[in-house]
T-cell receptor, first 114, second 112 residues
């Protein structure tokens, strides 16, 4: 059972544009929602994360928007650059001890074109 | 601060063999989690170790087992390898009580 659904599967954005990736979750026990960036042949790198007590978090060009009632969250990459071309994964986890496993989405392959 | 390291980088095994993968946690982290990432998929949680004991397990059979050592490093052992075990195996370390998990570069296992 896939508990975190991610879309789109792939995304092409022009340099300088806004990249938007969406995720939806089912388990209401989730209360931590990170985004990871993964380059080919590398492990996922933590990019930005949010807790459900806020609706938005911004770090540099990266913003997470969170809608608790809809059980959805999204990643916005402003002023997208070719170096942002990578696969992005949303994830979710609980916070209770022993329930901290990350459940990942299926990934979005982002390509930034000049 | 030292990040998460994993060894070996690549490994080729034959079906039915056994394999051991190793992980060193990021400095100061006391919890280690292992994930399996099949090609083109998101990582899948295998299990987590804290204080040298398994602390949560995903939907993986018992032939996947692990260890955590007093220095918080960890091993993932897989017995009776199957072709479907071919994947990138990722180790992530964290501090208990903290949400953030930091991943190593992974070990690419190919089973032929």
């Amino acid at each position: 059972q896939q508990q975190v659904k991610q879309s789109p599967q792939s995304l092409i954005v022009q340099k300088g544009g806004i990249s938007i990736i969406n995720c939806a979750y089912e388990n209401t026990a989730f209360d931590y929602f990170p985004w990871y960036q993964q380059f080919p042949g590398k492990g996922p790198a933590l990019l930005i994360a949010i807790r459900p007590d806020v609706s938005e978090k911004k770090e540099g060009r990266f913003t997470i928007s969170f809608n608790k009632s809809a059980k959805q969250f999204s990643l916005h990459i402003m002023d997208s650059q070719p170096g942002d071309s990578a696969t992005y994964f949303c994830a979710a986890s609980g916070s209770n001890f022993g329930n901290e496993k990350l459940t990942f989405g299926t990934g979005t392959r982002l390509t930034i074109i000049p | 601060e030292t990040g998460v390291t994993q060894s070996p980088t690549h490994l080729i095994k034959t079906r039915g063999q056994q394999v051991t993968l190793r992980c060193s946690s990021q400095s100061g982290h006391n919890t280690v989690s292992w994930y399996q990432q099949a090609l083109g998929q998101g990582p899948q949680f295998i299990f987590q170790y804290y204080r040298e004991e398994e602390n949560g397990r995903g939907n993986f059979p018992p032939r996947f087992s692990g260890l955590q050592f007093p220095n918080y490093s960890s091993e993932l052992n897989v017995n009776a390898l199957e072709l479907d075990d071919s994947a990138l195996y990722l180790c992530a370390s964290s501090l208990v009580g903290s949400y953030e998990q930091y991943f190593g570069p992974g070990t690419r296992l190919t089973v032929t």
